[in-house]
Structures are given as C-alpha cells and as structure tokens.
C-alpha cells in the first residue's frame, strides 16, 4: 500500500518561498501522476499543479504559472512544490495527492498525503 | 476552463435520510466526475470515481450517477459517520476543478 507523507509546517515571510515535500513508500512512484492541491482556512479545494515523475513534464494551474514549481526527484521518490512571492493568501494547507491510475493524468486523486499546514506572516 | 457548480452548498438532514447532492460541469466531461468526502483536519478521501464507481470498502449506501454536464452524489441512508463536507471534483481537463463543496451537517 503506497502512502505519501509531506514534510512539517512552515511559518514564512511576505514575499518569500515555500518548499513542500511529498515522498511515496510502499509501491510503485513513478508512473503515476503526484498532484498538489491547496486549501486555505475554512474554504475549499484548489488545484495547483502536478507532474508524472517518469514524464518530468509539470502541469500548473493558471492561476499558479510563473510562482510554483513542482518537481520529481526518481531516486527518493519525491515529489516537490515550490511556491514563491508568497503573501497572506497563500496561508493554507497544502495537500499532495496520487492519480488513481498510472501513466494518465485523467483519473480521480485515491491517496493523499497527511497536509503541510503554511502560514504567511510579517 | 471547466467550471464547476455544485448544490447546495450546505445541507442539513437527520440519520437515516436520503440526500443527493449535485454537480453541474460548464463543458461536458464524459463521466470524468469524481467525489470525495472530507473531515474537519483531514485529507479528502476518495469515494466515488468516473461519477459511478464506487472505491472500495466505501459502503454501499454511498452511489453517484451522471454523465455529460450533470451528476449526482446520493446518500440512501444517513450514518452519523456520514457528517462531513463532499466535494465533486472533473478530472477531463488537467486543470482538475473542485466544486465548491456542500457541508452536510446533523439536524
């Protein structure tokens, strides 16, 4: 059984960046897509970008282009979401999440890892 | 992009009702339409993929129905455990939408 597990929360600065990790054990990583999906305090789910670590190639939301950056590292099977010029609005807890099926981008999210809670603050 | 409708956005019912929640899709998106439930501090959990298939060791009560621009998610019989907010979620763009949730709450 494959579980992903993110790293710990982080406190950042205004216009500063975040880098949150999700490492999968337990089964196969690489040919199944890692998503990134954000949920600020008391709202809902939004998607901020993804990437099928065999491919390389991300995927970003638009709102996102140009100020995230998620990466796949093969050897640790890690998958990483970079996100800078933070502000206020980015104070939300960051999920990572498994595509169901492998080498498809077009299948439901069926493993999540626990949340890495950020807070941007002066 | 797709945008995602879905209703209504809270929900309060008794244990034992029926209750259906729906998601209407501004393109059409096959049955690419997916639902999931969250409680409060935890990660969502997948219940419902490609609008119909049930995950498993989700029971049974839990079904969802749909195809096109209109889907449903139905609860036959209310479980106090059933408390939670569900979200609908289309994964036929890779700009994977979520609908705006609809938090069920006890009466």
């Known amino acids: 059984q494959v579980h992903l597990v993110q790293s710990g929360s982080e406190v950042k600065k205004p216009g500063s960046s975040v880098k949150v990790s999700c490492k999968a054990s337990?089964?196969?990583?690489?040919?199944?897509?890692i998503n990134w999906v954000r949920q600020a305090p008391g709202q809902g789910l939004e998607w901020v970008g993804g990437?099928?670590?065999?491919?390389?190639?991300?995927n970003y939301a638009q709102k996102f282009q140009g100020r995230v950056t998620v990466t796949a590292d093969k050897s640790t099977n890690t998958v990483y979401m970079d996100l800078n010029s933070l502000t206020s609005d980015d104070t939300a807890v960051y999920f990572c999440?498994?595509?169901?099926?492998?080498?498809?981008?077009?299948?439901?999210?069926?493993?999540w890892g626990q949340g890495t809670m950020v807070t941007v603050s002066s | 992009d797709i945008q995602m409708t879905q209703s209504p956005s809270f929900l309060s019912a008794s244990v034992g009702d029926r209750v259906t929640i729906t998601c209407r899709t501004s393109?059409?998106?096959?049955?690419?339409l997916n639902w999931y439930q969250q409680k409060l501090g935890k990660a969502p959990k997948l219940l419902i993929s490609?609008?119909?298939s049930l995950q498993s060791g989700v029971p049974s009560r839990f079904s969802g129905s749909g195809s096109g621009t209109d889907f449903t998610l139905t609860i036959s019989s209310l479980q106090p455990e059933d408390f939670a907010t569900y979200y609908c979620?289309?994964?036929?763009?890779?700009?994977?939408?979520f609908g705006q949730g609809t938090i069920l709450q006890i009466k």
């Open positions: 999440a498994r595509v169901a099926v492998a080498l498809s981008p077009h299948h439901a999210f069926d493993i």
């Open positions: 337990g089964g196969t990583f690489n040919n199944y897509g």
């Open positions: 990437i099928i670590p065999i491919f390389g190639t991300p």
């Open positions: 393109h059409s998106i096959s049955s690419y």
């Open positions: 490609d609008a119909s």
């Open positions: 979620q289309q994964t036929y763009s890779t700009s994977y939408a």
